[in-house]
């Protein structure tokens, strides 16, 4: 029994020593493998060094390397950020400027401040107050320049120093204040002028703080007796995963599905809605989400989660459809790797990747290319082919006329003569450039004037 014993564990100890073996062979072959690929690169960079014929800039060579490497991935959300690249990205998601914490605006051809300032700013402690009027910024006149260009030259670089003349009634002054980190709010509400129970949430970005600037804006809303909401995401690219992540539990109960993060096949993270990520603060009034072609990424989750999971409404058009996430890399003090490391699956395991979320409720707009059918109609008029109808369709729809592709002709026709009688045109039923440019008219001032998704959401608010 003894030998039968040492021969058990005589085989589990080759097999060990041997499984040891070949997976040290394996990993001896990758090395292998990488290091003769990278001996490649080394050799190009010597080679390029010792023998082109003029000076060359190391650290050139090295950046293009990098980008080279990261282009090869043809990944457009892998990049290498550079000094002035890495600054941008950091300031937009930090949710913070460099600024005095005042607010300009102008009236009359003069910039004035409109509330006083904060006790934590550096304008308050400047000793600035609503209504004074800033004439000069670092000795430049600025009566010239646009509210955008004096906005821009006030903030700067954190710590620096800004100089503003000031006119306060009859009394002129400079002061001289040292710019500091000021907090960018990423969100702000409307509330319905008709409807003062219905607010519109708009988020702009996710940047760091998003979801807490949400939950003091929802807790400033009740006290407004508000119940109702529509959280626009419309023109917003995404920003910080974990951001989302926390506005979208707050819509949810404990224990529906976020978002599953995946690499390589294999799903790495089920994130799920916990007192953890909101704090314990839920938003439960009824509330609907408004999207559009430019809503991506971490915008795109929080969309889908609240949709899938909690069952709410979306309105508009066809999201971007960023499927992927990115993290940070940080080659030196300025420069870094923005490289996509995971892929993000909506709570049914749909990835959205190039294809973005279809709203519950879809709003269309005119487009490019039905608007150069309708431009081109003078060339076209009378026999339009089968595509040429289906996109003026939309077109005549937009506008409250009923045309179908079945009886193309007769409805076509019979809304021209609609169009061309309600807008004092000679009355033919068909296409000519007077009829054109009154439904271009129609149509760009529709399209500036109403929001349709947010009237569209609202009417369902109003049923519930």
């Not at 550096?122 to 009566?143: C, F, R």
């Not at 989660?305 to 979306?314: M, T």
Request: hydrophobic fraction near 40%; aromatic fraction near 6%; charge should be neutral.
């Amino acid at each position: 029994m003894k030998d039968l014993k040492k021969v058990v564990l005589l085989c589990i100890a080759s097999a060990i020593i041997a499984a040891s073996l070949t997976g040290g062979g394996i990993f001896w072959f990758m090395r292998q493998n990488q290091d003769r690929e990278l001996a490649k690169i080394s050799e190009v960079y010597r080679d390029i060094q010792k023998n082109y014929y003029e000076q060359v800039d190391q650290k050139k060579l090295s950046d293009g390397a990098i980008k080279g490497m990261l282009a090869a991935l043809d990944d457009p959300y892998t990049t290498f950020l550079d000094r002035n690249q890495s600054a941008a990205f950091t300031q937009k998601l930090s949710g913070e400027i460099g600024g005095i914490g005042a607010t300009i605006t102008k009236k009359e051809g003069r910039f004035l401040l409109v509330d006083d300032p904060q006790k934590t700013t550096p304008a308050y402690k400047a000793g600035l107050k609503a209504g004074d009027e800033v004439i000069e910024i670092n000795q430049q006149p600025i009566s010239h320049l646009t509210l955008k260009e004096v906005v821009e030259k006030v903030r700067g670089k954190i710590d620096s120093k800004v100089t503003l003349k000031i006119k306060r009634q009859t009394e002129e002054f400079e002061v001289s204040i040292v710019r500091a980190p000021i907090h960018v709010s990423t969100v702000s509400s409307v509330i319905d002028e008709k409807h003062p129970s219905v607010a519109k949430i708009q988020i702009k970005t996710f940047s760091s703080g998003t979801a807490e600037d949400l939950q003091k804006e929802i807790t400033a809303l009740r006290k407004k007796e508000v119940k109702q909401f529509i959280l626009d995401l419309r023109q917003n690219n995404g920003g910080f995963l974990l951001e989302g992540e926390k506005m979208a539990s707050m819509f949810l109960k404990n224990g529906q599905l976020i978002v599953r993060l995946e690499e390589k096949g294999q799903v790495v993270e089920t994130v799920k809605a916990n007192k953890s990520l909101d704090d314990g603060f839920k938003i439960t009034e009824p509330t609907i989400v408004l999207v559009d072609g430019q809503t991506a990424s971490s915008a795109e989750i929080v969309a889908a989660a609240l949709n899938e999971s909690g069952n709410k409404l979306v309105v508009g058009q066809q999201t971007f459809g960023k499927g992927t996430v990115q993290s940070i890399n940080h080659l030196t003090k300025h420069t870094e790797i923005k490289l996509s490391t995971q892929k993000w699956l909506t709570p049914k395991g749909n990835w959205l990747h190039q294809k973005g979320l279809t709203p519950t409720i879809k709003v269309n707009l005119p487009t490019a290319e039905q608007l150069n059918v309708l431009n081109n109609s003078l060339n076209d008029a009378n026999h339009y082919s089968d595509k040429q109808k289906k996109l003026l369709i939309p077109l005549m729809q937009f506008l409250g006329y009923h045309v179908t592709l079945e009886q193309f002709d007769q409805d076509f026709k019979q809304a021209l003569i609609d169009l061309q009688t309600k807008n004092q045109l000679e009355v033919t039923g068909e296409m000519n450039q007077a009829t054109i440019e009154k439904m271009n008219e129609l149509i760009f001032g529709k399209y500036l004037k109403e929001d349709l998704a947010y009237e569209l959401a609202l009417d369902q608010l109003i049923k519930t």
